[in-house]
């Protein structure tokens, strides 16, 4: 898709009639990465993992939740982001490790709020306050971590620092077990934990690699 043709007239009926994609259509928002849009595509009640389908942007199955663990809170990306060669240069710089890529998705992000949010599939406005550094096999899978604007309980965090200890085992053991599965090798690690200014970092990063994959797409849907 050019930028002309997000401008004609046909372009602009199909905006007001059809819902936008997730990853592509909704803005990061004006305040990135102080505060950023998020697409949440599963939260804690669910027993499916779903999963924002690339190309149609539909949620599909991604897979049953085969055991217990589940996500410890509403779970999703960051959208007009990709992980791709700024990201992977980032993440082998700052873990010491060579050949690192990008995993190629938008940056994901999880959303900590005392509410209870009953299905995914919406948007959120968040802060982020930290992040994993993560790696699966040798792609950068960052997590970044965040709070819910104006929550009343972790909306008071600034930085993941703040938390407890044992809030940030809690995460670091879901992200490292959430895709074991029986008679299959984990190659995930979490190799850092890291605070808001290198969480933003990363956005920043993550939305330079998105302008780079997809040629000026957002700055022509800024303007539509």
């Not at 791709?84 to 873990?95: H, P, Q």
């Not at 997590?143 to 200890?165: C, Q, W």
Request: proline share 6%.
């Amino acid at each position: 898709m050019t930028s002309n043709s997000l401008m004609d007239p046909i372009g602009r009926l199909m905006g007001l009639r059809y819902k936008s994609h997730p990853w592509h259509g909704v803005d990061i928002g004006d305040e990135a990465p102080d505060t950023v849009t998020t697409f949440i595509e599963v939260v804690p009640t669910d027993t499916i993992k779903y999963e924002v389908d690339k190309v149609s942007g539909y949620l599909r199955i991604d897979r049953p939740q085969k055991y217990s663990n589940v996500v410890p809170a509403p779970y999703g990306f960051i959208p007009q982001t990709y992980c791709g060669k700024l990201i992977g240069k980032y993440c082998a710089e700052k873990s010491g490790k060579k050949d690192i890529i990008g995993d190629g998705d938008p940056l994901d992000i999880l959303v900590l709020t005392e509410k209870d949010i009953p299905h995914g599939d919406v948007l959120a406005q968040a802060i982020p306050i930290g992040g994993f550094r993560m790696l699966d096999g040798n792609a950068a899978d960052d997590k970044i971590i965040s709070v819910l604007k104006n929550d009343v309980v972790y909306g008071a965090y600034k930085d993941i620092n703040d938390m407890p200890e044992m809030v940030i085992r809690r995460l670091k053991h879901y992200f490292l077990t959430y895709k074991d599965m029986p008679g299959l090798s984990n190659e995930s690690e979490i190799t850092h934990v890291y605070g808001a200014d290198e969480a933003k970092e990363v956005i920043r990063l993550s939305i330079e690699d998105y302008e780079n994959r997809f040629e000026g797409l957002r700055r022509a849907l800024s303007t539509y």
